[in-house]
């Protein structure tokens, strides 16, 4: 970083919203510098899955989906989170997420129509799975930022803004002691999940499960954006909204998904959804069951069956999941006590804190329905399910406690202007993607949801920035 040279626009975070802001801003004819605190770029768009969720794209098209917009992507987005999110945002998401992802597919990054699937609980798919996952994303953006002339100051954290204290105006950032100034500011610096005291202020549903909460994403995302922005008079909201994973935490690795024979049961003793709902709402499922966690329910059959579920060969072999669901595992946990055994179902219950008498009728329908080949409470697939019927039984307690991402953060307007309580416009402040709040809603709307708005508002925040400067001389 030159530091005796006034930049027009100074993004601070380097992942995919401020590689995407970087860019734009550079091509808008502004002479940007990118600060990123790891010592590569990429963040935790890098460790991604790599899904991005739009409508009406090209690679739908390719894969015989015609008609779908972004209108119906934006009725779906405000119906899942009942109106509870920024309408104006994610009105803005919805119309911007196809020519995103088009930007990206024009960089290298390739969406296999063959790959495009149902992420969320939509009807026409809108997941596009990205070839490589987040690292194909977080490379192919790399190289667009090298091929320019923007300078990249890596390992280099940034925690302080220049203010203008008689105009309230953001003119630059400090780092090491040094002042380097420019027109406009955009905060790009991430979630905060890896900052334990943001999570228990912010996100009180994830802290809530004590050493059950880890963060899977990049540990500099320590919520920096929050605290620079709340100093020059930042409105946070989207108070306890992130996305959060199913558990049963027998080790601290990444796990998206169970499989279709465990059985969930409330302390009720009652099932209460379809076990292989799409993660996207299963947490929120779960959260609002009594203690906010469930049981996963099975037989010595299943324990001695359990194999690597199908379904998710793939993410098996590209390592994303673990092996939590195999007989070795299981057998491992329930010696070390996290998985709980009996010789009968009612004994299980008493010992797991379950209705016994509830718990015995569930089980029996459910064995019931998979006869019939019908589940007929929650429509799961037959195929899907095993009987709990040979002793002995087990259960593991499962929780939303793995910490995907967070979205309380930084107001802004659909041009990415950060805004104070009063709906004023801090000048010279934009932000984008993780540090931002009111885009992502109660509800994560599926697969693809979080990147979409990284690189939407990325994109945004970089061009408002590259203006800003523009209009300031
Ligand atoms: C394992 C995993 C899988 C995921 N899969 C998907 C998926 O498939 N689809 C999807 O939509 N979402 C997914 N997500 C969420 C999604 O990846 C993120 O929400 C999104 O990429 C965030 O982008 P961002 O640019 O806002 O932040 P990031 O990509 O995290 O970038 C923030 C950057 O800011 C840097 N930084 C932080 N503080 C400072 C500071 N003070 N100074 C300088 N730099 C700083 C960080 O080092 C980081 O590089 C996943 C998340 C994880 C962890």
Redesign the pocket.
């Known amino acids: 970083m030159k530091n005796d040279r006034i930049y027009d626009v100074i993004v601070?975070?380097?992942?995919?919203?401020?590689?995407a802001a970087a860019i734009e801003a550079h091509d808008a004819g502004a002479r940007v510098v990118l600060?990123?605190?790891?010592r590569t770029?990429?963040?935790?768009?890098?460790?991604?899955?790599?899904?991005?969720?739009a409508a009406g794209t090209s690679i739908q098209r390719a894969a015989g989906i015609g008609g779908d917009t972004a209108d119906a992507m934006f009725e779906y987005y405000m119906t899942l989170n009942q109106h509870r999110v920024e309408a104006s945002l994610a009105r803005a998401l919805c119309d911007h997420a196809a020519e995103g992802l088009e930007w990206l597919a024009g960089m290298g990054v390739v969406f296999d129509p063959a790959a495009l699937y149902c992420s969320g609980v939509e009807s026409v798919p809108r997941g596009h799975?990205a070839t490589g996952?987040?690292a194909a994303m977080g490379e192919a953006l790399d190289r667009e930022v090298s091929r320019r002339d923007i300078d990249v100051a890596l390992n280099?954290?940034?925690?302080q803004l220049l203010m203008d204290d008689s105009t309230g105006r953001v003119q630059g950032v400090r780092v090491n002691d040094e002042d380097v100034h420019s027109a406009a500011v955009v905060i790009?610096?991430?979630?905060f999940?890896a900052n334990p005291h943001l999570l228990y202020m912010h996100y009180p549903e994830a802290a809530a499960h004590g050493d059950w909460t880890w963060?899977?994403?990049?540990r500099?995302?320590?919520g920096?954006?929050l605290a620079?922005g709340e100093a020059a008079g930042a409105d946070i909201v989207g108070h306890n909204r992130g996305?959060l994973l199913t558990t049963p935490n027998f080790k601290k690795e990444?796990e998206a998904y169970a499989p279709g024979w465990l059985v969930y049961v409330n302390r009720e003793g009652r099932r209460f959804v379809d076990e292989t709902a799409a993660y996207a709402v299963m947490a929120g499922v779960i959260k609002e069951q009594t203690g906010g966690s469930c049981f996963a329910i099975f037989d010595d059959v299943a324990r001695r069956e359990a194999r690597p579920y199908r379904e998710f060969e793939d993410a098996f072999t590209a390592g994303m999941i673990t092996l939590n669901w195999v007989t070795e595992e299981l057998d491992a946990q329930i010696a070390a006590g996290k998985v709980i055994k009996a010789d009968s179902l009612a004994e299980l219950a008493t010992r797991c804190g379950i209705r016994p008498g509830a718990l015995a009728s569930t089980v029996d329908v459910y064995n019931a329905d998979l006869q019939a080949g019908v589940d007929s409470r929650f429509f799961k697939k037959a195929e899907e399910m095993k009987p709990v019927a040979t002793a002995p039984f087990y259960a593991a307690e499962m929780r939303p406690a793995i910490v995907?991402?967070t979205s309380t953060g930084l107001r802004i307007n659909a041009r990415t202007q950060v805004l104070d309580q009063g709906d004023r416009v801090i000048r010279g402040l934009y932000a984008?993607?993780?540090?931002t709040g009111g885009v992502l809603g109660d509800r994560y709307i599926g697969?693809?949801?979080?990147?979409?708005?990284?690189i939407v508002f990325?994109r945004i925040s970089g061009q408002q920035a590259a203006l800003e400067f523009k209009r300031n001389n």
Do not use: K, P, W
């Not at 600060?35 to 790891?38: L, N």
């Not at 280099?156 to 925690?159: K, N, S």
């Not at 984008?432 to 540090?435: K, P, V, Y």
């Not at 697969?447 to 990284?454: F, H, P, Q, S, V």
């Open positions: 601070v975070g380097g992942g995919g919203a401020g590689m600060i990123e605190a790891d770029l990429g963040g935790s768009t890098a460790l991604s899955g790599g899904v991005y969720y799975a996952m987040g280099t954290r940034v925690q790009a610096t991430g979630g999940g963060y899977i994403g990049n500099n995302c320590m920096d954006g620079m996305l990444l995907c991402l984008a993607g993780e540090t697969g693809g949801n979080a990147i979409a708005n990284a990325g």
